[in-house]
């Protein structure tokens, strides 16, 4: 059975640092990408990072570049999501996601939620101004 589980959200200060933590099992680790979204009531999923399987190859949504760092630990089959200098505009729920990229092969877009198949339930962040 496919698991996703985030840890570490919470409420911080503007400027503040929060680590998220997304742990896995029951999928083969590193042939799947892993990426997290957030989203706020009334607002679809938005990709914010995504780190690849076997290539290390990562991406960030322009409004975090700069600012959060995703990590994984393939031995403890943990992605990490490091957000730094947290703006009021980041509070959302963070949810991790897994996709198999050579499914969609060069149709793969690491932000398209639609294309990821599992997904954690999520952890809160509230940064309050």
């Known amino acids: 059975e496919v698991q996703l589980v985030e840890s570490g959200g919470g409420l911080v200060q503007a400027g503040g640092s929060l680590k998220l933590a997304c742990a896995t099992s029951g999928f083969i680790f590193d042939d799947y990408n892993i990426g997290w979204f957030r989203q706020v009531p009334g607002k679809g999923r938005e990709g914010v990072a995504c780190?690849?399987?076997?290539?290390?190859?990562?991406y960030y949504a322009d409004a975090v570049k700069g600012r959060f760092t995703i990590s994984r630990d393939n031995a403890k089959r943990t992605v990490y999501l490091q957000m730094d200098s947290l703006k009021p505009e980041d509070t959302a729920l963070y949810s991790c996601?897994?996709?198999?990229?050579?499914?969609?092969?060069?149709?793969?877009?690491?932000?398209?939620?639609?294309?990821?198949?599992?997904w954690g339930r999520g952890t809160q962040v509230t940064v309050s101004s």
């Open positions: 780190t690849s399987g076997s290539d290390s190859v990562i």
């Open positions: 996601a897994t996709v198999d990229p050579t499914y969609y092969k060069d149709k793969y877009d690491w932000a398209a939620s639609w294309q990821y198949e599992y």
